[in-house]
């Protein structure tokens, strides 16, 4: 699947890449053209599928490997670049800062990749394979089914190709 955002759709973004596992290399600040790209493993939280497990509900994910792609980036800045990572690190959000007019990508070591948009700025995340990363199973209600997703989804024009 492919999903194009703007600033205002970060939020849908972040449901999709919450806890997408990313290479500690990748979060270097590399802008080529005005586009920053990373390679992202992550759960496909929009396409989730449930069951009746007892008196549970249990969650069913697919993996994939996603290109995730800033175009429209003036700058790009790696803050608290010091903090000790072993192995990967783990998407915890992607927002805007209107304050500082950034987009902030924050990972659970605490590292918070700072982007300035231009005005053309958008965010594309495609599917380029299946992964093992985070396919399996949870209890509880987790993520989207497509119809909750398409649903969720309905006025905003996220561009899903």
């Given at each position: 699947m492919r999903y194009r955002?703007?600033?205002?759709?970060l939020h849908l973004l972040s449901i999709l890449t919450f806890d997408a596992s990313l290479e500690p290399v990748d979060l270097d600040t590399r802008l080529t053209n005005n586009q920053l790209e990373l390679t992202v493993e992550r759960r496909t939280f929009e396409s989730v599928k449930r069951s009746k497990w007892l008196f549970w509900n249990r969650?069913?994910?697919?993996?994939?490997?996603?290109?995730l792609r800033f175009i429209g980036v003036s700058q790009a800045q790696l803050t608290n670049i010091n903090t000790e990572i072993s192995g990967n690190d783990f998407i915890k959000d992607i927002s805007l800062n209107e304050?500082?007019?950034?987009?902030?990508?924050?990972?659970?070591?605490?590292?918070?990749?700072?982007?300035?948009?231009?005005?053309?700025?958008?965010?594309?995340?495609?599917?380029?394979?299946?992964s093992n990363f985070g396919k399996g199973t949870s209890f509880g209600k987790h993520g989207f089914t497509e119809s909750e997703w398409n649903e969720l989804t309905a006025n905003e024009e996220i561009n899903a190709m």
């Open positions: 955002f703007d600033k205002k759709q969650t069913s994910y697919l993996g994939k490997t996603a290109e304050t500082a007019n950034k987009v902030e990508l924050r990972t659970t070591s605490g590292r918070t990749l700072q982007l300035t948009p231009t005005d053309n700025f958008k965010v594309e995340l495609e599917d380029i394979r299946d």
